[in-house]
């Protein structure tokens, strides 16, 4: 970004690249460095408790040099309490994702493919929704969940999650569907496929990456979520890893803070191995030459 | 922060293509979309509307209000718009929004996205994944790591890096809690800025930079006059999404401060949960909540404008 051009030139021209680094240039660039290393810091830093303590056998509320050993993991899986927690949030993610995924597909298709009345309506009135603070909102709702019955149950608690992310993943999937070939379907048409079949054997492997999007976001709002669990769920048998981490934090008298770690890690694995994952598949287009044939 | 990976789709992707459209078509779309509508409706249209009404009731969880709410007009939102605690919570809600959304994520974020789009800069693979590693992980783990940070043991880690310049332990959490947790959704959302700025700033043509810095102009000129006006409907956008998801934490400063000490961070998504489910005052609560959203959807509306983006 070096502006003064007070370069040593050997040319009346100097080029833009490869000329010497003038000081000023040099300064920007250290400058640059420091900065972005004192940025690195600051997200990571906060980290250091999490990550030693849940590898140290006599871990506290500080960051110390662990005694390392995984008893912390150890006690995570076969403790009573535990487990349970890990598996309530896994049933809730992972069932609330594949509801979403389900429901966002066949709505995406008819967004994507059919022109009907109330269709704009419909999709900038989805866009609008996410304007809606969540806790805004969830006083109402935690009254309707009673009222139905599905107050404390995880039945309600997928569902309305399943709810929340559906705008997004409608938007997301009515965008990728369109981006696929027309010809496509009407191919398999031709060949004596019903619509549902040709979405099912055309569509749907085709779409890939969105729905890779869209099951990464829908997994990562549901897994991390805190509110919706904390005002619906009253049962300590029904509570995912988020509510659970909260409730043993604030046993001020008695936390045991190594397995507090050692959950905050399990609990963060999954979204931070999707986001690794995904990211890289994301990139890669699987309808290159999808029509050329 | 919990919706942050989203960024809405480009709207010129979902034209319909011209495809047939009959009447027999009718029973496939509602077969398709039908099941959608109707969650969207139950769980997300509903509630808004419920709320809506509950705010004009003076509905409560237990007691003798309970069993018998009485619609009592616009009693709850006068009593709001007079009560310090709620102003105070708005006020609060205000501060933690402008300086850690507007300002601290919006200028972390942006230096974030303009150091990585250097050519010179090195390791860029490793920077960007510490900035990011902050938004990946969950509230709640989020709010445990900075526990650590904050502590008020002299062993804290705040604490000790204060210690280093000489200064005395200090419990943060209790001395500047608004603060404290300005800072850590500061910490949460640089990502979501820079991801935002890194994707508007590839779009601003390199010839126009080159061009303005061949006129002589300075690298901050350059990015005043070249490159912020270019990249101002992306940065908009982005303020009105983090507006909108800022005035949503809850978690975050819930698992810190539980709205103390004294009710110093208790911004309104807290409030409204103090009220409506601690205290079972539902009327006020949904009050409060259609207060936020009024307050959100003009908020909306002026980035909308100012953007002069078309929605």
């Keep these: 970004m070096a502006t003064v051009r007070t370069t040593p030139s050997t040319t009346e021209r100097p080029k833009l690249r490869r000329r010497p680094l003038s000081p000023v240039d040099k300064l920007q660039r250290t400058l640059g460095h420091v900065l972005i290393v004192m940025l690195a810091l600051f997200c990571l830093i906060p980290f250091a408790w999490v990550v030693l303590s849940s590898i140290d056998a006599n871990a506290g509320p500080n960051v110390q040099w662990p005694a390392a050993s995984f008893d912390n993991f150890v006690q995570f899986f076969t403790n009573s309490g535990t487990p349970r927690l890990l598996a309530n949030s896994l049933i809730i993610a992972i069932t609330a994702t594949a509801v979403n995924l389900a429901l966002g597909l066949a709505g995406g298709y008819a967004l994507a493919r059919f022109r009907f009345r109330g269709r704009r309506v419909f999709m900038f009135g989805i866009l609008l929704i996410r304007v809606v603070p969540a806790p805004a909102t969830i006083v109402a709702l935690y009254l309707i969940m009673v009222n139905i019955g599905l107050s404390n149950t995880l039945i309600g608690l997928i569902i309305v999650e399943a709810a929340f992310q559906l705008p997004v993943t409608l938007w997301l999937l009515a965008g990728t569907i369109s981006a696929v070939p027309i010809e496509l379907e009407e191919a398999a048409w031709m060949d004596g496929n019903s619509r549902l079949q040709g979405m099912w054997r055309i569509v749907l492997p085709l779409v890939g990456p969105g729905l890779g999007a869209a099951a990464m976001?829908?997994?990562?709002?549901?897994?991390?979520?805190?509110?919706?669990?904390?005002?619906?769920?009253?049962?300590?048998?029904?509570?995912?890893?988020?509510?659970?981490?909260?409730?043993?934090?604030?046993?001020?008298?008695?936390?045991?803070?190594?397995?507090?770690?050692?959950?905050?890690?399990?609990?963060?694995?999954p979204p931070a191995v999707l986001y690794l994952f995904v990211r890289k598949h994301l990139l890669k287009s699987s309808l290159g030459g999808a029509v050329k044939g | 922060m919990t919706s942050t990976l989203e960024a809405p789709a480009p709207a010129a992707d979902l034209r319909p293509r011209p495809v047939r459209r009959g009447p027999r078509n009718g029973?496939?779309?509602?077969?398709?979309?039908?099941?959608?509508?109707?969650?969207?409706a139950a769980f997300i249209v509903l509630p808004a509307l419920y709320s809506v009404y509950l705010s004009m009731t003076n509905t409560q969880l237990t007691g003798f209000a309970a069993r018998d709410p009485q619609f009592v007009g616009l009693d709850n939102f006068t009593y709001l718009l007079t009560n310090g605690d709620f102003l105070s919570s708005l006020g609060q809600t205000a501060t933690f929004t402008l300086f850690s959304a507007i300002i601290g994520q919006t200028v972390l974020g942006m230096v974030a996205a303009i150091l990585l789009s250097r050519p010179w800069l090195r390791g860029k693979g490793v920077f960007g994944a510490a900035v990011l590693l902050p938004m990946i992980v969950p509230e709640v783990v989020a709010s445990l790591a900075w526990a650590s940070v904050l502590s008020n043991n002299s062993e804290g880690t705040l604490n000790r890096l204060t210690s280093l310049f000489g200064a005395d332990s200090t419990d943060w959490l209790q001395v500047a809690p608004l603060t404290a947790i300005i800072v850590v959704n500061i910490w949460r959302g640089v990502a979501f800025a820079m991801i935002m700025f890194q994707a508007a700033l590839e779009d601003v043509p390199a010839e126009l930079i080159e061009a303005a810095r061949i006129d002589g102009a300075r690298a901050v000129q350059v990015f005043r006059h070249v490159t912020l006006p270019l990249i101002r409907g992306p940065v908009f956008l982005y303020l009105l999404l983090t507006t909108i998801s800022t005035v949503s934490v809850f978690g975050l400063v819930y698992f810190l401060t539980q709205g103390g000490p004294g009710g110093q961070t208790r911004i309104a998504a807290i409030y409204i949960y103090e009220r409506a489910l601690q205290f079972s005052q539902i009327g006020i609560g949904s009050a409060a909540s259609i207060i936020l959203l009024v307050i959100v959807l003009v908020l909306g509306m002026v980035y909308v404008r100012l953007a002069k983006v078309e929605v």
């Excluded at chain 1, 619906?232 to 604030?250: C, E, M, V, W």
């Excluded at chain 2, 029973?27 to 969207?40: A, D, H, Q, R, V």
């Design chain 1, 217 to 269: 976001l829908s997994f990562l709002n549901v897994w991390g979520d805190f509110l919706t669990p904390l005002v619906l769920l009253q049962s300590t048998d029904l509570y995912p890893l988020s509510i659970g981490l909260f409730r043993a934090f604030s046993e001020y008298n008695q936390v045991d803070w190594g397995l507090l770690a050692a959950s905050a890690v399990v609990y963060l694995a």
């Design chain 2, 27 to 40: 029973p496939l779309i509602l077969l398709l979309l039908g099941p959608s509508m109707l969650l969207i």
